[in-house]
């Protein structure tokens, strides 16, 4: 079974740096992309970055691009979502994501399989 357990997130005065990791057990995929999504009230669940797993190439929302940044660690199986220079509008529930059998860089939900729990990232003037 799949899991992608979430952590790191928190509040910030803007102009801050959060990081959060990713970790997903209990797969097999010889390919996969790792997205972040973010979904703040009332709005529709956003893009934010994502990594080839095997190639490490990333690709960022315009929003973001700059600011945050994606790594992982290939052996732990765990990702990275750097955030830096944190504005109030990157106020959201992030969550972690797998699309498998790919080794682009996909940026829609919809090719999303696996997701994480979530985790609050609350920033604060």
């Known amino acids: 079974q799949v899991q992608l357990v979430e952590s790191g997130g928190g509040s910030v005065q803007a102009g801050g740096s959060l990081r959060l990791s990713c970790g997903v057990s209990g797969h097999t995929f010889s390919s996969y992309a790792m997205g972040w999504f973010r979904q703040a009230p009332g709005k529709e669940r956003e893009f934010v970055g994502t990594i080839s797993w095997n190639l490490g190439d990333t690709l960022y929302a315009d929003s973001v691009k700059g600011r945050f940044s994606i790594s992982r660690d290939y052996y732990k199986n765990t990702a990275y979502l750097q955030m830096n220079s944190l504005k109030i509008e990157d106020t959201a529930v992030y969550y972690c994501?797998?699309?498998?059998?790919?080794?682009?860089?996909?940026?829609?939900?919809?090719?999303?399989?696996?997701w994480g729990q979530g985790t609050q990232v609350t920033v604060s003037s």
């Open positions: 994501s797998v699309a498998y059998n790919v080794d682009g860089t996909p940026q829609y939900p919809g090719e999303y399989t696996y």
